[in-house]
């Protein structure tokens, strides 16, 4: 079978790897331009890109696919590449790109989507983060034949797995390795005839909003558990934060503790020990266990305090 890949970070480039040891032909790749990344903001290469290079496939890079937009030139040049790669399907993963009606009939068995969730729980940009922000107890892969909704095409495969105390980069693996998987299954059933498109139900629609970087700041009078699903939610992006001492202190491990806060205020530090620096919650204690001073690294808990100085009874957010 002959694909266009259209994705551009590490989820999308475990997928297209999957697709080029099955054998599946790869006559174009559509991935985003290549933006400022680093301290000197020198442009990079997106994932995609990088592999894409590596393997000598032929790469587009445009704006915007809409021919009546912002960029028609980079739209009309990316559609005769489209048309000079007369491929028999399009997979989709974590592109970037809106898909304009036009893209979507454009290969003969239509655009397939590798889709981070159970959909539809968690339609949109960050289902990872939000499923284990919410405390989902599972997660999974969604392949989906595309339409022009967000996220709104039938299904056609779908597999789950257990979250379990993942972060979104563990996660974030997992789940790659398993779209991959799941997307070569789906082209070769639909080559041969045998995929079966479920609509998906109107009840359990959720949306996965962007992550947003303001999000980051640590709320201690919320429960315990919450707060600990947001640590590993924003892990590794975009880290959460609390300010301890006048610095902003990234927060990336942290567990949930039995027992009595003693009535401290929420963020309150009630204790300090190698294994983990012990804060009031709103109806718990959670011990964080891995920090990052600004410019520093992150370290266990032990070593953190013995360079950063945390003391019990300093409040985190004063």
């Known amino acids: ?75 009309a040049a990316a559609r005769e590449a489209l048309l000079a790669a007369n491929a028999d399907a399009m997979v989709v993963a974590a592109y970037g790109l809106i898909l ?78 398993m779209g991959g998987r799941l997307v070569v299954d789906a082209l070769r059933l639909a080559e041969a005839g045998g995929l079966k498109p479920q609509p998906q139900p109107a009840e359990g629609v959720t949306y996965a909003h962007k992550v947003e970087k303001h999000e980051a700041k640590v709320d201690w009078g919320q429960p315990a558990e919450a707060i600990v699903r947001r640590i590993r939610a924003f892990d590794p992006f975009p880290g959460a934060t609390g300010e301890l001492n006048g610095e902003i202190v990234k927060l990336w491990a942290a567990r949930v503790e039995a027992g009595s806060t003693d009535d401290r205020a929420p963020g309150t530090i009630l204790s300090v020990a190698p294994s983990g620096i012990a804060v009031a919650a709103r109806d718990s204690t959670i011990v964080l266990t891995e920090l990052q001073r600004p410019g520093g690294k992150r370290l266990p808990a032990a070593e953190f305090v013995r360079g950063f100085g945390a003391q019990p009874g300093q409040v985190f957010g004063r």
């Not at 032909?25 to 590596?54: C, H, M, N, Y």
């Open 1 to 75: 079978m002959r694909i266009v890949f259209a994705g551009t970070p590490a989820f999308a480039a475990t997928a297209l790897a999957r697709l080029d040891v099955a054998g599946v032909e790869i006559a174009l790749v559509l991935t985003q331009p290549d933006r400022p990344a680093g301290r000197g903001l020198k442009l990079q290469a997106s994932p995609v890109k990088t592999l894409a290079l590596l393997r000598g496939w032929r790469v587009a890079q445009p704006r915007s696919l809409r021919l009546d937009g912002k960029y028609p030139d980079d739209a």
């Open 100 to 177: 304009p009606q036009w893209v979507l009939d454009l290969p003969r068995l239509g655009c397939l989507n590798i889709h981070a969730s159970l959909l539809p729980r968690w339609r949109g940009a960050a289902p990872i983060h939000r499923a284990i922000e919410a405390g989902d107890a599972e997660t999974g892969v969604t392949i989906m034949q595309m339409d022009a909704g967000l996220d709104t095409g039938d299904m056609l495969l779908r597999e789950s797995l257990a979250i379990g105390d993942d972060s979104t980069a563990k996660l974030h693996d997992r789940l790659a390795d």
